[in-house]
């Protein structure tokens, strides 16, 4: 299937590569299925696209790149869930807010999605912890 994205071109994806966000995500509701793939020109970050709105793709990062020492623990309902039966089925991702300026780039730390690889299920959740920002500063002095 091809997938003409608003800001990164067309993008060929098959219905195993599909996220599915029971509840959508925050501010997107009513968005249900993703597909996640590498930013061309730096790897590090990822696009989380909508297939049914091809306006919206968010930029991602892993939250460990941001934060070595980042860490929380998962909701056992959230573990069910998501049918998340490892740690090895779990990829955590953080929403990037970009600047045209580099200092004013952040990543939200306070809400974390969360994917189950295998199911390809997600949900966004919020962390009830205040050494996490939603502004987190990407580039850190």
């Known amino acids: 299937m091809k997938l003409n994205t608003k800001y ?6 098959s219905e195993k590569d599909i996220i599915n966000f029971k509840n959508g995500l925050p501010g997107f509701e009513n968005l249900k299925k993703f597909i996640l793939f590498p930013v061309e020109e730096n790897d590090v970050f990822s696009i989380l696209q909508s297939i049914e709105d091809e306006g919206i793709g968010l930029v991602t990062i892993s939250p460990f790149a941001v934060m ?3 860490e929380f623990k998962l909701s056992d309902e959230l573990l069910e869930g998501l049918e998340i039966k490892s740690e090895a089925d779990v990829l955590v991702l953080s929403t990037v807010t970009l600047s045209s300026n580099i200092e004013n780039i952040t990543v939200n730390l306070k809400a974390p999605i969360i994917v189950n690889i295998n199911e ?3 949900e966004q959740i919020i962390l009830d912890d205040d050494k996490y920002m939603i502004k987190h500063p990407l580039v850190q002095e």
């Open 8 to 13: 990164h071109g067309v993008k060929e994806y």
């Open 68 to 70: 070595k020492d980042y």
């Open 120 to 122: 390809r299920l997600g």
